[in-house]
């Protein structure tokens, strides 16, 4: 390529860092290296689910034809042996609008189901199969290597490369020693890696996952930045926001077969109705997959008295079924029948990232969970990263953006994007109390009744779950970005 008007190092190759680069595929005067610390750019991993408003993203980068091919269509609603469609049938790529979470009280010997989240625009998550071109508005899921792979195929083979086994240590601001450099005042930026290699760079973004090397260096330089300036508290608060904190909440997450299920308890409820059982700190969603053949069953555990503190050993770990049947004694026994076709599970403690104020030091930015990992109950964290990179790739290739005005551009990326993401997140938040019934005003501890007056509370519950949704269903990214554009350009 010739001379570029910059070089962006992206660090981490996952989901924010690829569609990152995939859009600034579009600039070819903008030089792109990605340099991820894994052997491969499409390592196993958990799924990724991509609500409408992503989608639409993925519309305008090109992605969505070849992606369409990798989505994972889950059974509609066709009656056969279980309730579900036959493996050996294709499911219908519409689905009946009726598909729908139905939310039980479970955590007593006989459930209460009180709420259905039904219609397109009203569905939890996860099942809704739409194909989106149909302007339907449902999740599509995805496997997670399948789905980078289609991102690394579409990286510009001119202005992009790719670094793999390359994990950042540490970046700083290179001493200025040429006179032409001295006069740019851009002195580069030299990135140290594990492997003792380094490489350079005009602008660095992080997009390296929840425990971000990018992050750590970032909050030290300005950490060490308020300390030589007396500002100590400042620089202490500044340290503080690196580590990730542990939520409290443990997910496990496995899937069990849908032949086994159906032996345990004969035509389970789950085998053709997804379904959310709540109790009080605890949390079980069970739905069909793999066109019915198997059951996906998560657990939320919440532990709220150990919220922030330190977790034992590795966050993700395989678990056995009695590491958590026990929790499930008093509970009605459709749950237990699930939990005891259970082999094995991964167990997650999910850990969330320190609210951070401000994504962007200098020329060094972050974006996706190396600023705001959140707890995964609004099913967006991939979509938060993908926002993260579409807005940020639009105002590097805006024509007005130079290495002159790199600061000004993640400046504005900051400004319109983290308030928003703080919003997110603490929907997220507010939708975990709900789903475990730990919502101050709406707890359950008092002895198991069923009158009115618990019903209304149920109720509550769900309207505020659905409240907390509307976002994801009801807006998209366009107005931010003509924000964003319009600050740019001195527009407002
Ligand atoms: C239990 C659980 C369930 C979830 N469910 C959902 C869901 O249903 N829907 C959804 O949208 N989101 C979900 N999420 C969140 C989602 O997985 C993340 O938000 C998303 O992957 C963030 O993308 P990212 O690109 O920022 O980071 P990642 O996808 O984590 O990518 C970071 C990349 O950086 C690399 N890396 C790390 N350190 C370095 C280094 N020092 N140098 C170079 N490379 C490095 C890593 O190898 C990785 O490839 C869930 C999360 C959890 C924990």
Partial sequence: MSTPKFRVAICGGGVGGLVLAVALSRYPDIRVDIYESSTSFTEAGAGVGLWPRTWKIMEALDLHRDLKKVAIVPPGKVPSQYGLIPPDRTPPLTIPPDVSFTFRKADQPIGISFHQLMKPGEVYCYLIDRIHADGSEGMLSFHRPDFLNVLTQHLSDSSCRTHSSKRLVSYRYEQQTSPSRRRSHHPPITLQFHDGTAAQCDLLIGADGIQSAVRGCMLREAAGKSRANGRVQEANELLSEIEPRWSGMTMYRTTISSEALNRKLSRHRVLHEPMVYVGTNTQVTAYPVARGTQVSVAVTRVQLDLENTPVDGPWIQTSSREDLIHE?????????????????????????????????????????????????????????????????????????????????????????????????????????????????????????????????????????????????????????????????????
Avoid at 410 to 434: H, W
Avoid at 460 to 488: P, S
């Fill in 328 to 492: 499930f004694d008093h509970w009605e026994p459709e749950v237990q029948a699930v939990l005891q076709c259970v082999q094995s599970m991964s167990r997650w403690a999910i850990h969330t990232s320190p609210q951070l104020k401000s994504y962007v030091s200098g020329r060094v930015g972050l974006i996706g969970d190396a600023a705001h990992a959140m707890l995964p109950y609004e099913s967006v964290g991939s979509g938060q990263a993908i926002e993260d990179a579409h807005l940020l790739a639009t105002l590097l290739g805006h024509p007005s953006t130079t290495i002159d005005t790199l600061t000004r551009a993640l400046e504005t990326y900051d400004r319109v994007r983290r308030p928003f993401i703080q919003m997110v997140g603490e929907g997220s938040k507010e939708n975990a109390l709900l789903y475990t019934l730990n919502y101050p005003s709406l707890r359950f501890d008092e002895p198991e009744r069923h009158d009115e007056k618990r019903l209304q509370r149920l109720s509550e519950v769900c309207h505020r779950i659905k409240k907390n949704w509307e976002w994801v269903w009801n807006t998209t990214l366009e107005g931010d970005i003509d924000r964003a554009l319009g600050m740019l350009e001195n527009r407002r």
